[in-house]
């Protein structure tokens, strides 16, 4: 048995969806294409519900809320989770860049002086960030550690996040890795660049959201215990009634002919 409690699964209309980091719109828009043609939302998204706040954070599933927000469609099946709830967890990624040096991402951000570059020894990094008084570091594996800008309100935080990621997306391989994991993604000769977000808190989220200040995307961690996959739920404009009565119909379905299967595993996805 698990303390995991089933997932909640309700339609929610679109524009009750904050999202809280950017989309790709080339990914959005190759996603609405293959939405339209199979007709069928296979993950939900997970959306937070957040007390004294009415709209519900997409915490998962930016690209799958825009893509379907670009279809004109007016509702989405979606989890619903209690984002006050100690067991979802929000960490950060650090992207790790291939094809671009150190020298050449502090030089497309020379002009940008709130994102000025400043020395900081590696040791010292991790506390810089979590006292905000850098908005984000580089580091590559000759030892080199560089520090970004200092600490604003949270929607200029946001803004200049995005002009960082703004500087090396398109122009390098990205990867995103736990933060733990870069110092081995990295090598001595500096082909490498780890550029270390800051975790947020849930509240910052919160605030982000509801402001519609948007973080870059692929740099928040959302670990939600739970998930709800392979839901499949028919994509259309049905009435959002009927559309509840058809989950709570399927769910009901699948509930009594165990058609539902709890892993407590975790799991590594190769065809992803």
């Given at each position: 048995?698990?303390?995991?409690?089933?997932?909640?699964?309700?339609?929610?209309?679109l524009?009750?969806?904050?999202?809280?980091?950017?989309?790709?719109?080339?990914?959005?828009?190759?996603?609405a294409?293959?939405?339209?043609?199979?007709?069928?939302?296979?993950?939900?998204?997970?959306?937070?519900?957040?007390?004294?706040?009415?709209?519900?954070?997409?915490?998962?599933?930016?690209?799958?809320?825009?893509?379907l927000?670009s279809?004109?469609?007016?509702?989405?099946?979606?989890?619903?989770?209690?984002?006050?709830?100690?067991?979802?967890?929000?960490?950060?990624?650090?992207?790790?860049?291939?094809?671009?040096?150190?020298?050449?991402?502090?030089?497309?951000?020379?002009?940008?002086?709130e994102?000025?570059?400043?020395?900081?020894?590696?040791?010292?990094?991790?506390?810089?960030?979590?006292?905000?008084?850098?908005?984000?570091y580089?580091?590559?594996?000759?030892?080199?550690?560089?520090?970004?800008?200092?600490?604003?309100?949270?929607?200029?935080?946001?803004?200049?996040?995005?002009?960082?990621?703004g500087?090396y997306?398109?122009?390098?391989?990205?990867?995103?890795?736990?933060?733990?994991?870069?110092?081995?993604?990295?090598?001595?000769?500096?082909?490498?660049?780890a550029?270390?977000?800051?975790?947020?808190?849930?509240?910052?989220?919160?605030?982000?959201?509801?402001?519609?200040a948007?973080?870059?995307?692929?740099?928040?961690?959302?670990?939600?215990?739970?998930?709800?996959?392979?839901?499949?739920?028919?994509?259309?404009r049905?009435?959002?009634?009927?559309?509840?009565?058809?989950?709570?119909?399927?769910?009901?379905?699948?509930?009594?002919?165990?058609?539902?299967?709890?892993?407590?595993?975790?799991?590594?996805?190769?065809?992803?």
């Open positions: 048995m698990t303390n995991v409690p089933f997932p909640t699964l309700r339609v929610v209309p524009d009750q969806c904050l999202l809280h980091e950017e989309t790709d719109g080339v990914r959005v828009e190759r996603l294409a293959r939405l339209a043609a199979d007709g069928l939302l296979r993950n939900p998204p997970i959306l937070g519900r957040h007390d004294g706040v009415e709209s519900l954070i997409v915490l998962d599933g930016a690209t799958r809320v825009t893509a927000r279809m004109g469609m007016p509702h989405v099946v979606a989890q619903v989770v209690d984002y006050d709830d100690a067991l979802i967890q929000l960490h950060a990624w650090t992207h790790v860049l291939a094809g671009m040096s150190i020298d050449a991402l502090t030089e497309s951000l020379a002009s940008d002086s994102l000025a570059p400043w020395p900081c020894a590696a040791g010292a990094v991790s506390d810089v960030l979590a006292r905000h008084e850098a908005l984000a580089l580091a590559v594996g000759d030892g080199r550690c560089l520090a970004l800008g200092r600490s604003t309100n949270i929607a200029e935080r946001a803004a200049a996040l995005r002009r960082l990621f500087a997306a398109g122009r390098a391989t990205i990867a995103r890795v736990p933060p733990a994991e870069w110092p081995a993604r990295i090598d001595a000769q500096g082909a490498r660049v550029v270390v977000y800051p975790t947020h808190t849930k509240a910052e989220i919160v605030s982000l959201a509801q402001a519609g948007v973080l870059p995307a692929g740099i928040t961690r959302h670990i939600i215990p739970g998930r709800a996959l392979r839901i499949n739920a028919p994509i259309d049905a009435p959002l009634a009927e559309k509840q009565a058809w989950l709570d119909d399927w769910l009901r379905e699948h509930s009594a002919g165990h058609g539902v299967r709890y892993y407590a595993e975790p799991t590594f996805l190769f065809d992803e």
